[in-house]
Each structure stands twice: as C-alpha cells, then as structure tokens.
C-alpha cells in the first residue's frame, strides 16, 4: 500500500495542468482506481486484519486526497499567477483627472479670512452694491464737500442719491440700524466695491473689501489690536509681526493702519516694502461715536471696532503678485495652482 | 517738506538727533517719509597761511591752509583767493552735489589735496554769474578752524519730507503748526515769533472801505503799509524758501510765502495805488472774465468767489491775483489781504481752473481764524523790518466767523475702556499739556478746549482718545481680545446660499471666476432672455464699462475667449454675482459655462465631452444639493443667443427661474454650453432630511420601448408612466433612445427601464404585470405612441 502513495507522489510531481490531475485523482481515486480497488479487498481478509486494513486504508485515501488537492490549489495559483503577470502594466502613464474646480485668487483669501472670522464669532453678511449716498458717506461721517469724498470718485447711478458703493461700510450702517442700538454686533462682510479708477497694474475699479465691524459694551483699541494679530498671524503665519500707526478715517476715531511685516523679505526691507520692513494691509479704528449716534447706539453705553481689508491687496501681499488685473482675467492655467490647501 | 533749522526758531530741539525724532513722530501718527540732510563730511573751516601763484598757470594759487589738525597745499582759481582769509575746505572723500567726489590730484604737475568752495558749489545758492563771479566764499575771522563751516554759518538744515493723512496735512505743512506737533512728542512749550509792529497814526480805515457780499467769505482781514522799499530779502527768507523749494523774488513777495509757511495762512499782497480805495467780496458772474498774474486769461462761472474793486475783479479769491493789482518794482503802497474762504467753494475753483497752488490747497483745507489775525501782524512787522515799511494803524475785518469754543468734558475712565490701557488723571493731565489743549479739571471731569489750529480734532472723547493714544504710543498697546459671549459665525442670507453653490460647483469640476459688473452696451444686449431693461451709468469712465449687467453669460464668453486664446481647451467656469435692472432691482445669478471634455485621459481615449446632457447634470446636481428634487422641471424655448433645438428653461415649482443650452453658432463657432439661474429664486424651504429604510423584499425590474413621434418629450412620456405605475413603481430611468432602422423618419424609440417594490412584502409576477399593463395602455393612448417589438 505505501508504494501506491509513492506512486502517487512520482506521478503528481510530474504533471502541470489540471487535466492531467484529474486522471491522476480518477486513476487513484475513481470508481475503478487503485485506492478504491484495495477496498474491495477487505472481505477477503480474515476478521482479526480486517479493521487494520481498514484503518491503514483509510490513511491513504485521506492522504492521497490530501495530495492531489495541494496539487490542485498549486496549479491553480500558478495559472492565476501567470495571469496577474500578463495583466502588469506601465503604472507611470498618465491618470484620468477627477474634474476639480479652483477658486478665483481672491476668492480664496475671502474665504479664509471669512471662515476664521466666523470661528470667533462673526457672522458674514453682505448688502446691495447700488447703495445710497446716505449709508454710503452721509451717516458714515462723510457729509456733501467732505474731501475724503475726492478721493474716493465715486460711480453715481442716479444723481447725487444712489451710487455703487464705494467700500463695504455701508453693510456695518444697515447692520447696525437692524440692531436698533439693542443688539451686540458681530459681522464681517465681504463684497465687491467701486471707484473710478481706471485700471492697470495696481488699480482696479472694481475690488473687493472685507470689513470687519464689532461691536459691544465693552470693547476697546486694545482688542482691535489683538483681533489683527490673530488675523495676521492666520493669513501671513505665525512669524509674521504687526504694528499699528495712527491714522485717520472719517468714520472711525482713533483710526489707525495694520501693518505687517513684509512677507516678501521678512522685514529686512526690499522695494516691495520701499525699504521699511512694513507693509500696510488693513486700515481701522474706534466706531466714531456721531457714526454709532447715527444708527442709534448710544456711544455712551457702546463701543466698537471696524476694519477694512483688500482682498486682492492681502493676495498680492501673500503669493506675490504685481499686477490686479490678474483677478479678473480668470487664467484657468493660473488658477489651478490655488485649488489646494495653505497652511 | 519742514525745514527743521526754520522750526528750531519756535521749539528748542538743539540737542535732539533729527533722526531719531523722525522715528518718534512717524510713530506718534505724522508720517516722515524721507529725512534729508544736507550736511556734507569732509567739510571743514580752513585758514589760508600762504597763499602763491602756480608755477606754471597765471591764474591758479597754490595755498597752504591750516585746517586745525594739519597744514595741507590746495590749488585754488578764485580770483578773490588770499593769504588770512578763513574758507570753507572739502577734503578728500567729501561728496559734492552732482555725486563730486573729492580726491587728491595733481594740478598742472602741483599736488592739491582738497578743493576751497563756494556755496554755490555746494547747493546752498543758486548758481549765477553774481555768485560766480563772487568766487569762493569768505568766512569771517571768528569762524574757527577744523570746525563744520555749514554750523557756523547757520546754513545746516534737515528736511523732513511729509506723507501725512488728509487730516493733519494743514497743521503740520507749516512751521509752526509742526512745532507744536514735536512739542507735544518731546513736552516742550512752542515759541511764536514777534509780530508787534509800532504803527504809525494814519489809519487804514480813512483810505480804504471793505464791502463782503457772499456768505462763502465769513472772515477777511486787510491791513495797509506804505513806503514799501523793494530790494532783496534778508538771507535767513531767501535760504528757507529756497529749502522749502520756493524761488526767492524779492522781499515783498518773499515775506508773503514766507509768513505763509510759518503760520499756515495764505497772504495776498495789493498794489494799493492800482487797487484804488475800495474792495467787495462778491461770487462771480457767469463767464466773467480775469488776467491772473500769471498773464493767462479765465473765465470764471457763479460758484467761484472774487475779489474786485467794486467794479472789476482784481483776485480769485484764494486761487490767484490779478494781474492788474500785482505787486511791482514800483510798489510802494501794499493792502494786505488774511482771509478765510469757503474750502469746498476753493477746491472747486482750483479744479476747475486746474489751478492748484501752495495758496489754493491751505485754504482748500480749511484754516485757523486765530492764524489769520496773527499771519496779518506777522506779515506787517516783516515788512517793517526787512522793507523799512510803515504800517498804517487799525485793521479793515468782515468777521462772521463761529468762534464757538470747541469744548469737550470726560472722565479719564472714558479714555481708558477706549483705549484698552489704565492710565491715571494725573497721567491724562499731563498728556494734555504736552498736546497745548486747556484744560479745566473738575471732580473727576475734563473740560479741554480744543485750539483753532487743531482743525481736525472735534470736541469729542474719542477724539480725544486719539490724541492721547498716539502720544501714549500704539505699539505700547497689549494685544487683547473682546470679551464677548462665545457664539458660532453663520453666513447669513444671500451669502450663505452663494457659498454652498460655490463650493459645489468647484467639487463638480468647475472654476470660479470673478468678473467686471459693469460691461459695454454690446455685452449687455446678448443672452437678454428676460424683459429686464439695463441700467446705463450717467456719467460712465470708459465705453465698455459704461452699463450694468442684468446676465453674466457674456462675461463667461469673455472669460472663455481668453483661455481660448491662451490655448486651453477645456473650459470649466462659474461666477455667482449681483445684478440689477434699471430699477436697481436686484438678483444674484448662478452663471455656468463649460466646453471640452469634462473627463479626459487621451492615451486611453477615454472621453466625457461635455454636452447638453452633462451641463444639465451639473444643474441637476446643485438643485437636488439643495434639497428641491422633484420641484424642479426643464422646457423646451428658443432664447436669444442660443441654439434654437438645443435651449431650455429652466422651471422649480413651475416658475421660470433660469435657462440652459448651447451657444448659438453664429455667436461662438465652439460647442459652447451654458446655463444661468437666479440665486434669489432658489432660497426657499426644503424638508428636512430623513431616513427611508430600503426595501427588505426584492424588488422586479422590467424593461419596456415605445414608438413615439419625434417632437414628443421624454419627460412626459415618464410623467404618464409615473402616474400609471403608482405606488409600486419606485423608480424609472431611459437607457436607450433609438432612430433608424426599423423605425420611421418621424419617429423615435425610447426604452424605460422601471423598478417596482413593494415596502411591505414580497411582490407577485402577477401584481406587477397588471400595474406594467396599465402603465402600457395610459402610454399609448395619451402620447399616441406604441409599444416596440410587441
């Protein structure tokens, strides 16, 4: 009986391919095989062999079974194997593109300066870009002949009464007539703004503003300062140093300009900076309080901060670049470069 | 431009390093831009030992001159070169104006070792004949050797060049207005010059009457000298204005500017004998002529103010005199004029006479009624002084000036909660020194009064904060943050809408864009699919932006073409902007333009071109994003610009709301897609979202085609099946449209696919086959059609 497994063991070794392996099992194992024949044996055999025969045979069918199934899963695996090798291919080729949109330049700084406000608490809002004078100058502190209504040149779209507004602040005047001097304030708003400016590399007529308006019982310089630092520090990275220096806006007393260090030489100075190591990249200050009177919050009970960014100035000033209009061209070979993460 | 040798005659700043104060007063708020020196190294006061002829020039010298430390030999060329004389020497390494450097050098075979100058030669004079044939300059024998020639001579000077902002650039353009600025950085008391003149008995009043007849003069001030000398103006004039930049004239003219520049206040000065006895302030006429002094003929229009002689104008109030007034050679007699006019009435005239001067811009931004009175005495002791003129007593004044103390009261407290600091009275009190504010304290209360000469600073607490702030310095501020409630930001609104879309859009492979509102005439007449009319800006900067848009497309065509012509093939785009009618009615509009392939890999040629049928996912997506599936619809229309088979509306809850298709051929050649809805349209409620259990029983599948005549809708081929399906039909969806072969030319085939299930149990063949068989018998009655390969 051991020299059929013996057999057995020659046999499979030289086979490569399932038929071959399936006569070995009928040869072995079928009806007429050699392993089933031997148990037709046993009645022949006097009783006292007749169980350990039995079992001796039992251990060779298992066996045998054992081994022509190991062959089969062999031969199995090598045809599969040899398949996977034919199926290899050149993993360098260019993949499929999955179609993934960029933000406009921008856009995108609106949007991280938006999502960092609104986690301090800001909600954003926007209002209408046709605007009236009123919010627009009168109850922003900027009466008829008040010379910062000179330099601001305004688009006019009925007579002297509604115009596109100049800057976002007349957001903060509707904010604030809403909250009916009841109600602590806390907005941003991003929008688009007008002057006429005709437009080339550092002018456009038409950009966008992001101010910031704040207000409460308690609220002071101080804050305003600490409020920037953080946004500077979110935008231009925790390196970047700020100043404030006095300055002045009709609509808001004391005002001051944010500065930062400038990103290009870190503060060594370089023409981008004129050599000052600074760079100046939001104006701000204290709500004047005839601003505050005009919407109804009573100066004496609240107090408040404004400040006003440039998104394409924050974006010329953070990835370089000399020229606005870039903004507006919408270069989808220069805007994929921005649809990624920052940090 | 401050000269700061001018401002040490009313501030003691001797002993301060000019830039090191530039820095200090940059940081208190008024911003230097340049500090200019014009000391020179290498200059030093010589004394000439020897002095010889060259031995082989007739006209050069060679000099031995001490120069304290040493004896060193120039060659000089000045005639008027001497033994004794004490000279102003640069020594090798000294720079001269025009980049000379000095070295040594050899002169025809002699050794010269530094140069003997003359002031000219070193910018501090106007080079002339005269000052050239003057030679090198001769310092009197006191001056001592080895020591700086331009300290001795007074002539040392540094320049602050200003950048300052709107409201402080009429106090700190002129000296003294500046000084108080450094008095207030370094405490220290401002000095103002002497203007007590000894006036002679003759009055102004007995030769001269004064009529103001527009309430746009509420001051005006003339007083009169006579016995004017013109000459030239004493150095001290002549070197500061010409610092400053301005051209010495002559002593007359000079003092004018020069007072002008020290108090802030523009004088003008009237040849008496040709102005006669009389002046009226009166608006001009319409188209009323003048000859400034400047030999040009204007013409001037009703919102400009004159000054005239009762019958001609001899001035433009503010701007320019007259050229029939003019101080001469020949004057003798001067009316002086100190007035204030009305500031926006100024700017307009200068801007309309595109005139602006020195003058123009000071009274442009409004003046001090006390520097007024103090310019006028300070202009008459110059003269008195520098033009032997006598000046008549009294003074001719119109005066309807509001001289309403500009009074403020607050507590200390008020400052501290605006500033975020806690700074005691004691410390308040003493910043309103240095600033020169009075002030009376009393139980805790500050009353200041703010000085005329602060324009910019009203009677008010923050104002005030400011003004110690700055000096208590903003970088001495600590960072804190607001001490409010903790709360979440929200977008709010419109804007919350505009930013879901956005970044849908960008996840679906689309770019933002950001384009102009305002357009030209030829762009705001294409893709008008609705009845809005535009807006046309009255007084526009240019053409092609002259209009408001009402669409967005064109301006995605625009977009497009630059890619275009920039060779990228695939155009994805979006841009969410407001727009407004001609009623300033406004919408926010959702613009999409694709072209190209939205999914491409050309080594395998795979390929999804965009098409009609991808731009209408895209919109499907973003309106099932925002929970309105099944409120939406699309139908049929031909629209301006567009292709006319391949161009819908599009409809939520059956109201237009926006379109789609493709570009009309004749507009753009490209396979262009577009789409457009209102953002506005879209803010509506939805159903909160929900779970619905998929179904546990199996669901049947079966398939079914109809004929139907080529013009029918699919969409109302499925809104029968829907309806006749009912409740077990759960879902239906077109997986084959069919024409050729087999089917006539007017006529399609589509194949639906419908799932029917049941919630509840398992469903028969048989059910189903009842609820297929009605879905087939509404279907072919109701569209006329039949069912395919029955």
Redesign the interface.
């Known amino acids: 009986m051991e020299n059929i497994l013996k057999e057995l063991k020659k046999e499979l070794a030289d086979i490569n391919d399932e038929q071959a392996l399936n006569e070995i099992r009928t040869k072995y194992l079928g009806k007429k095989g050699s392993i089933t024949l031997l148990s037709s044996k046993i009645k022949d055999l006097p009783n006292e062999e007749k169980k350990e025969f039995g079992a001796n045979l039992n251990k060779i069918k298992t066996e045998a079974t054992n081994l022509i199934d190991s062959k089969k899963a062999k031969i199995e695996k090598d045809i599969l194997d040899k398949k996977l090798e034919s199926e290899s291919i050149d993993i360098s080729?260019?993949?499929?593109?999955?179609?993934?949109?960029?933000?406009?330049i921008?856009?995108k700084v609106v949007e991280e300066i938006?999502e960092l406000?609104?986690?301090?608490?800001?909600?954003?809002?926007?209002g209408?870009?046709?605007e009236k004078d009123e919010y627009n100058f009168e109850m922003l502190n900027v009466p008829k002949?008040h010379?910062?209504r000179?330099s601001q040149d305004t688009?006019?779209?009925?007579g002297e009464e509604?115009l596109?507004r100049s800057q976002t602040s007349p957001v903060q005047i509707r904010t604030m007539l809403e909250g009916k001097g009841e109600k602590?304030i806390?907005i941003i708003c991003p929008g688009?703004t007008?002057r006429?400016d005709?437009d080339d590399a550092t002018h456009s007529?038409?950009f966008?503003q992001i101010e910031g308006l704040?207000i409460?019982k308690?609220?002071?310089?101080?804050?305003l300062?600490?409020?920037f630092?953080?946004i500077a520090k979110h935008l231009f990275g925790e390196d970047c140093e700020t100043?404030?220096?006095?300055?002045?806006y009709p609509f808001t007393?004391?005002?001051?300009e944010m500065d930062i260090t400038c990103h290009s030489c870190q503060g060594k100075g370089c023409p981008i900076c004129k050599n000052t190591g600074w760079i100046t990249i939001s104006g701000a200050g204290?709500v004047?309080?005839?601003v505050l009177k005009n919407c109804g919050y009573d100066?004496k009970e609240w107090?408040g901060f404004a400040f006003g960014f440039g998104a394409e100035r924050i974006a010329m000033v953070k990835y370089g670049i000399d020229d606005i209009r870039v903004?507006?061209?919408?270069?989808?070979?220069e805007?994929k470069n921005f649809?990624r993460k920052d940090d | 431009m401050i000269s700061l040798e001018w401002v040490k005659d009313y501030i003691d700043i001797s002993n301060e390093d000019l830039n090191e104060l530039a820095i200090k007063i940059t940081k208190a708020g008024i911003n230097i831009e340049k500090v200019i020196s014009n000391k020179i190294n290498n200059l030093v006061v010589g004394e000439i030992l020897e002095c010889e002829k060259h031995p082989d020039s007739d006209h050069l010298n060679v000099c031995k001159v001490n120069i304290g430390n040493e004896t060193i030999q120039i060659v000089c060329g000045a005639s008027n070169v001497r033994k004794g004389l004490k000279v102003i020497v640069a020594l090798p390494g000294a720079v001269l104006p025009g980049d000379f450097e000095i070295k040594k050098s050899k002169i025809r075979g002699v050794e010269s070792n530094g140069m003997i100058c003359a002031l000219f030669e070193l910018g501090l004079e106007e080079k002339t004949e005269e000052t050239y044939n003057k030679g090198i300059t001769e310092l009197d024998s006191k001056a001592k050797v080895g020591t700086d020639p331009l300290e001795y001579l007074g002539l040392a000077d540094t320049l602050y060049e200003l950048d300052v902002h709107k409201h402080r650039n009429n106090d700190c353009y002129y000296h003294i207005g500046f000084a108080y600025e450094i008095a207030s950085i370094l405490n220290k008391k401002v000095m103002l010059p002497d203007i007590i003149t000894k006036p002679v008995k003759d009055n102004i009043k007995d030769h001269f009457t004064l009529k103001v007849e527009t309430d746009k003069c509420p001051f005006y001030l003339a007083k009169m000298v006579t016995d004017v000398k013109i000459g030239e103006s004493p150095d001290f004039i002549k070197r500061r204005l010409n610092a400053y930049g301005m051209r010495s004239i002559n002593n007359v003219v000079d003092i004018s500017n020069y007072v002008m520049l020290e108090f802030g206040q523009p004088l003008h000065f009237f040849d008496k004998d040709t102005l006669g006895d009389k002046i009226v302030v009166r608006n001009a006429k319409e188209n009323e002529p003048i000859r400034t002094l400047d030999g040009i003929d204007r013409i001037l229009n009703q919102e400009d103010i004159v000054i005239t002689d009762g019958k001609k104008p001899v001035c433009i109030a503010g701007v320019m005199g007259g050229e029939n007034t003019e101080v001469t050679e020949n004057t003798k007699t001067i009316l002086i004029e100190s007035a204030i006019f009305d500031s926006v009435s100024i700017r307009n005239t200068a801007a309309h006479l595109d005139l602006k001067s020195e003058a123009s811009i000071r009274y442009g931004k409004g003046l001090s009624y006390e520097y007024t009175e103090k310019a006028i005495e300070r202009a008459c002791y110059l003269l008195e002084k520098y033009a032997g003129a006598k000046v008549l007593s009294g003074t001719v004044k119109h005066d309807k000036v509001d001289k309403t103390l500009k009074q403020v009261t607050f507590e200390a407290k008020e400052i501290n909660s605006l500033l975020g600091i806690t700074i005691s009275e004691d410390d308040v009190k003493t910043e309103l020194n240095r600033l020169d504010f009075p002030f009376e304290y009393k139980d805790g209360k500050f009353t200041v009064t703010i000085p005329t000469r602060r324009l910019d600073v009203d009677p008010n607490v923050n104002d005030i904060a400011e003004e110690v702030g700055r000096l208590y310095g903003y970088h001495n501020l600590v960072s804190t943050l607001p001490k409010c409630n903790i709360r979440k930001g929200e977008y709010i609104g419109d804007v919350k809408y505009r930013k879901i879309i956005s970044k849908r859009l960008r996840n679906l492979g689309l770019n933002e864009c950001k384009t102009y509102t305002l357009v030209s005439k030829e762009m705001a007449k294409q893709f008008k699919y609705d009845d809005k009319e535009n807006k046309n800006l009255p007084n526009p900067l240019s053409l092609d932006k002259s209009v408001i848009r009402t669409t967005l497309i064109p301006s995605l065509l625009g977009v497009y073409d630059y890619n275009k012509a920039r060779k990228v093939k695939d155009v994805m785009l979006y841009e969410i902007s407001k727009v407004y009618d001609n009623n300033y009615n406004e919408d926010s509009k959702i613009a999409i333009l694709m072209k190209g392939s939205y999914i491409l890999n050309e080594w395998k040629q795979d390929k999804i071109k965009v098409d009609f049928y991808l731009i209408k996912g895209i919109i499907e997506d973003v309106l099932e994003y925002l929970g309105l599936k099944n409120r939406f619809s699309f139908r049929k229309k031909v629209l301006p610009e567009m292709h006319p088979g391949i161009s819908a509306e599009i409809l939520l809850d059956r109201k237009p709301i926006g379109i789609i298709g493709k570009v009309h051929p004749l507009v753009r050649k490209d396979d262009i897609y577009v789409a457009e809805i209102s953002l506005n349209a879209l803010m509506t409620n939805v159903k909160p979202i929900k779970y619905k259990e998929a179904s546990k029983y199996p669901e049947i599948i079966k398939d079914m085609a109809f004929i139907v005549k080529k013009e029918v809708n699919s969409c109302d081929v499925e809104s029968i099946i829907k309806k006749a399906g009912g409740r077990l039909l759960t879902n239906i969806h077109v997986f084959d449209v069919y024409t050729g072969e087999n089917v006539k030319e007017d006529e399609k085939s589509i194949a639906y696919s419908l799932t029917f299930s049941d919630p509840n149990k398992t469903l028969t063949e048989e059910e189903v086959t009842i609820v297929f068989d009605n879905i087939i018998k509404n279907v072919e009655e109701k569209m006329d059609a039949r069912l395919r390969d029955k």
Do not use: C, W
Request: net charge negative; glycine share 6%; aromatic share 10%.
């Open positions: 080729l260019p993949s499929t593109k999955v179609p993934m949109g960029s933000p406009n921008a856009g938006e406000l609104m986690s301090m608490g800001y909600d954003v809002v926007d209408p870009e046709i002949g010379p910062a000179d688009f006019y779209v009925e509604l596109l602590p806390r688009k007008y006429r005709n007529h038409q966008m704040l409460d308690n609220v002071s310089l101080s804050d300062k600490g409020t630092d953080v100043r404030f220096r006095p300055s002045y007393e004391p005002s001051v204290m004047h309080s005839d100066p107090q903004f507006y061209t919408n270069d989808l070979r805007m649809d």
